[in-house]
């Protein structure tokens, strides 16, 4: 069992920048991929950045390359997501998930982009962007 709390949401202005964290529990976590979701009022979950367990290989949506960096700190059970150029369509509540056990599998992009790999999932944390 993991499990998951975020920290690091809050209200800042368009073009303004935020780390989110996501501390985890248990002893696997090195075992697990690690996804960042984000669900705005009214609209779907979706997917924002996954990181693979070891931390090698990193997925984003096209909308958000290059302005957000998922990494992860397996010494200390965290993964991150740092968000630059924050735009109001940004604000949303941002999840952190964590995939079962990965047992060294590889797994293409599709797989880290569902919601359904992952097991485990945090509260979530608010971010909103003003004008």
């Known amino acids: 069992q993991v499990q998951l709390v975020e920290s690091g949401g809050g209200l800042v202005q368009a073009g303004g920048s935020l780390r989110l964290s996501c501390a985890a529990s248990g002893r696997t976590f090195s075992s697990h991929a690690m996804g960042w979701f984000r669900q705005a009022p009214g609209k779907e979950r979706e997917f924002v950045a996954a990181i693979s367990a070891s931390g090698g290989t990193v997925y984003y949506p096209d909308s958000m390359k290059g302005r957000f960096t998922i990494s992860r700190d397996n010494a200390k059970n965290t993964v991150y997501l740092q968000m630059n150029s924050l735009k109001l369509e940004d604000t949303a509540v941002y999840y952190c998930?964590?995939?079962?056990?990965?047992?060294?599998?590889?797994?293409?992009?599709?797989?880290?982009?569902?919601?359904?790999?992952?097991?485990?999932w945090g509260q979530g944390t608010q971010v909103t962007v003003s004008s």
């Open positions: 998930a964590a995939s079962g056990v990965t047992s060294g599998v590889m797994y293409g992009r599709a797989w880290y982009q569902a919601k359904g790999t992952y097991n485990y």
